[in-house]
């Protein structure tokens, strides 16, 4: 009887070395992942596959059970609707939205500013913001160019705006989708929970932008006449294409508000629309798929790998406990620290993989306390703190590596020095609005 229950307790012993080796190798794949990813030093899409296959590698999850923790709704969603974007890019749509915004507001830097912020804010929260940036960038470049100022006051709004903009819908920034999928929230619920904070902050992203910026935004007279005489209309390349873009969007749009009476998932709309733009608009397959940004795709993989072995190795389940005991399982407490920690943790490693290893922590705290407004103040912080640093979210690093590209370089402790100021306010903002609604 005594040997078979010190049998017993040597194997507890022993499956409880395994299981803290475990965790503490996943932690530090974890961690050395998130610091190259920050340093730049290699591609992240890279260093989450390398990181990936040193989880599958070393035995820390089985292969089996990392890929049914890889969420293929955020996957499909986003090939999906990087389809959709492609088409309106080929066609001409956003080149003649930007014209045409320049013209309304007849080349006044303030007018300028408001539209272009607002556009990038509401084309994020439609498509997606990292699509957004790869098409308003260029063409905010373009334009700075016929009006004779610099693109990077514009740039930095855009990018602040494309992250405030994208956070009030399902599918407008990553980590709502990783957020949304995990939760089981809908596109409505979206819009009804995190669009007030989205207009609110957009606000006042366009105010800052005008204010900080104003003095570098001056446009001289014969520079306004000339974008005026531009014709917006020559941008559209292929009219066909350019209106069965359009309604495909509008009808996949749609069928994301009315998913839940459908009963069907977000990814399976973003490819149904995306097939039926490739049959009806008789798209080249070769050329949609050079739209898609499989580099990107290929990060999120990498990334749920790793937090499947954070979770098998046992260190979600310790971090969430840390962080009850830390706030003492209150409520509101709780959802505040995550929304300000993870907002700064976002801005320093990027919002993506900040979203996607939290998620199994929410769903630990939730346990013991009310979830949603864990889910929500998640959401927040990882959306709001991508605007921390200029590798805070993917948008940031698309962005500024065009403007690089075209000789307009965004530098790291430029854009920080606004996006800090930014970032601490809608925090804030954002803390306090959780408090109002949910407690």
Known sequence: MHLATDLTTEAIGLNRIVELHAGFLAAAVFVVVFAVIATEK???TVIALAGAAVILISGIVSQKFAFEHVDW?????????????GGMRRSGVFQWLAIRSAQFTKGNPAGLVVVLLSLTAIASAVLDNVTTVVLIGPLTIFLASRLNISPVPLLIGEILASNTGGMATLIGDPPNLIVGSAAGLSFMDFLWHMAPVSVVTTVLVIA????VFRKRLVVASQDREAIM???ARAAIVDEVLARKSVVVLAVTILGFILHGLLHLEPASIALAGASALLVWAKVDPHHAMEDVEWAGLMFFVGLFVIVSGLLEGGVIGAIAEALANATDNDPLLTSISIIMAGGIVSGIVDNIPMATAMVPVVRELGVTMEIE???WSLALGADLGGNLTII??????ILATLAEREGHKIEFMRFFKHGAIVTIITLIIASFYVWVRYF
């Open 42 to 44: 290699l591609h992240k």
């Open 73 to 85: 709704n955020v996957i499909f969603l986003l090939f999906g609707m990087m389809i959709i974007a």
């Open 373 to 375: 407004p864990l889910w």
């Open 229 to 231: 005489s531009m014709d």
């Open 392 to 397: 805070g979210a993917s948008a940031n690093v």
């Open 208 to 211: 800052y932008t005008w204010v």
